[in-house]
């Protein structure tokens, strides 16, 4: 079991920056599989990017060359840098583990890209 805490959300001009963090309850060492997804308003919840313990990173089309997700497992921590927003950006952005077959979640932070 863990809890997900995210951080870092707000409101950013299209073409600037954020950093997101998803601090976790627990040490992170062993859970595979941990992820950031978002859910723009109206739409379904989508996967924007992947990393495993082996620091293999996925990342969704509309991400790539501009997001890019770390974890600090000293900190507990995974990370999402986010350069070159633009307003379909906009979402509420969570952060996900998966441990032993069940899902976690935490409860999101919401980024919002102004044109």
């Known amino acids: 079991q863990v809890q997900l805490v995210e951080s870092g959300g707000g409101l950013v001009q299209a073409g600037g920056s954020l950093a997101l963090s998803c601090a976790a309850s627990?040490?992170?060492?062993?859970?595979?599989?941990m992820a950031w997804y978002r859910q723009a308003p109206g739409k379904q919840r989508e996967l924007v990017a992947t990393i495993t313990t082996g620091d293999t990173k996925i990342y969704a089309d509309f991400v790539k060359g501009r997001f890019t997700i770390s974890r600090d497992n000293a900190k507990n921590t995974v990370y999402l840098q986010m350069n070159s927003l633009k307003p379909e950006d906009t979402a509420v952005y969570y952060c996900y583990a998966g441990i032993s077959g069940v899902n976690y979640w935490g409860k999101g932070t919401l980024v919002t890209v102004s044109s």
């Open positions: 627990r040490s992170i060492r062993s859970i595979n599989a």
